[in-house]
């Protein structure tokens, strides 16, 4: 009991910055009491005192806003940072190293006797406000977005977004985005990539239509040049015209970038494509 104690106080210290003591985290950690609590709970639960690990799951949910149904299994090394409003469900299965945010619920779709909770792999972080429902398979080191409403399985290593919860990441192996660069050359801004450090679905759409658009220019280059060697010349001379360059303003910072820039390319008109 107090080597898992310790675990708990040393996960905290892994993955909350702002942990400064000891002290601080048996006082003043919610996610704490109410693991100590469930822990409690589940024991007394296992050994047929369902009423009694009821009332010690209520006593801790009214205490920490986080409700954890005593029959609930739980691995080492849970963390649940500020908590408040976190659900787990009666057939929830949860892995060692799992990470929940506040408002996390981890619920069922039916009313059905049974398995219908979801079951979290080791590794697994869930997101702020995200819903994981049903009785799926979270697997090991997944990520959940804050906000996501997942209803199907997710496979290990992969990452989670949106409503309904849209896999943005898996496993794969490399590939060739040569084409993709120089696509995105042509059109006036850099290449766009899903990273395993930052996935995007934005980037991820650009990145679709990138290829898209890579398949269309060999296509067309393909037809070209068949048709000339049937001795028929293309009505359209030259290069392409150049695409102004687009882009996605996100964040305070590149509006004023933005407005930096047209405000240099007005003072000196000249070199207003070298700015470029």
């Avoid at 898992?4 to 910055?17: G, N």
Wanted: charged share 25%; proline share 5%.
């Amino acid at each position: 009991m107090f080597n898992k104690l310790r675990e708990d106080i040393q996960a905290v210290f892994d993955r909350d910055p702002a942990a400064r003591n000891t002290l601080e985290i048996l006082t003043a950690y919610p996610g704490v009491h109410a693991l100590l609590f469930h822990r409690l709970a589940h024991a007394v639960w296992n050994l047929g005192a369902k009423w009694l690990a009821r009332v010690i799951a209520h006593l801790a949910r009214w205490l920490t806003g986080i409700e954890i149904h005593p029959a609930a299994t739980i691995g080492r090394r849970f963390f649940i940072d500020h908590g408040m409003g976190v659900v787990i469900g009666e057939t929830a299965v949860i892995g060692d190293d799992c990470t929940l945010y506040h408002g996390v619920t981890l619920g069922g779709t039916s009313w059905q006797k049974g398995k219908r909770h979801p079951t979290l792999g080791d590794g697994v972080v869930v997101g702020a406000g995200a819903k994981v429902l049903g009785p799926i398979e979270i697997g090991d080191g997944a990520r959940i977005g804050s906000n996501a409403v997942v209803v199907k399985s997710v496979p290990a290593d992969s990452t989670v977004v949106g409503v309904p919860g849209r896999l943005i990441e898996a496993k794969r192996g490399p590939r060739d985005t040569a084409h993709r660069e120089h696509m995105a050359s042509k059109m006036g801004f850099d290449a766009y990539g899903v990273t395993r450090d930052a996935p995007d679905p934005v980037a991820h759409a650009i990145n679709c239509m990138l290829d898209h658009l890579h398949v269309m220019e060999s296509r067309m280059k393909q037809m070209c040049e068949a048709m000339r060697e049937m001795g028929v010349e293309s009505p359209v001379s030259g290069d392409m015209p150049e695409v102004p360059t687009c882009e996605i303003v996100s964040t305070a910072e590149e509006l004023n970038r933005m407005h930096l820039d047209e405000d240099a390319e007005e003072v000196f008109p000249d070199n207003s494509e070298q700015n470029k």
